[in-house]
């Protein structure tokens, strides 16, 4: 129960920051709008694609589902750095 706790807040955690990242960025950060919304895409593809097949045995889907997470994560602190006064 408490590996699923923890994979269940992994996964939350990157959709909240996918959903974070789409909505600080502004309309001409359109390459920050277009990472956000396909990761939020790709996640919600992973995890639906998962009911049907077990997806973190595949590597290929396990490395470009962290892959998608970093990516994500690395645009979220790209966008944050941007914004702070200097």
């Given at each position: 129960i408490f590996g699923f706790l923890c994979f269940l807040g992994f996964c939350?955690?990157?959709?909240?920051?996918a959903f974070?990242?789409?909505?600080?960025?502004?309309?001409?950060?359109?390459?920050?709008?277009t990472i956000a919304l396909g990761s939020i895409g790709a996640q919600t593809l992973f995890h639906l694609g998962g009911l049907s097949e077990a997806v973190f045995v595949d590597r290929e889907s396990n490395h470009m589902y962290i892959f998608i997470c970093a990516l994500t994560m690395s645009a979220l602190l790209r966008l944050k750095k941007s914004n702070q006064p200097e």
């Open positions: 939350f955690y990157f959709y909240w920051a974070r990242l789409w909505k600080r960025s502004s309309a001409d950060q359109w390459i920050m709008r």
